[in-house]
């Protein structure tokens, strides 16, 4: 697993990433580094603005914790929030982010 980290390190060095660019990418991981939060990521993949209720009914989770989890996703960048009414729609405007999981899929992790 070392190997494989200071292989990316390389690469990384190898590209030019500015560090700018490594740090934002960091915030994002940091950002997405619980399974529920991935889990939202997943459905907002689909382009959908989605309220709270919705939410729930996929990560099954308390909605205090929830509103937690969307709250650093939003403060991150990944998502964003709009009021209609009562209810608030959470939508992906990170989408690039959503890449992550062609990595996870074909990852031998």
Known sequence: M???VKQCIVEAVNRKISTEKMVRVAEIFEGLAYPVRLKILE???????YTVGE???VVKIEPSLLSHHLKKMKNIG???SERQG???YYKLILKEITKIF???YTSEL
């Open 102 to 104: 062609d990595c996870i």
């Open 78 to 80: 990944i998502i964003s």
């Open 2 to 4: 070392i190997r494989k």
């Open 43 to 49: 459905l907002l993949e689909d382009g959908k603005a």
């Open 86 to 88: 009562r209810n608030i």
């Open 55 to 57: 939410i729930l009914e």
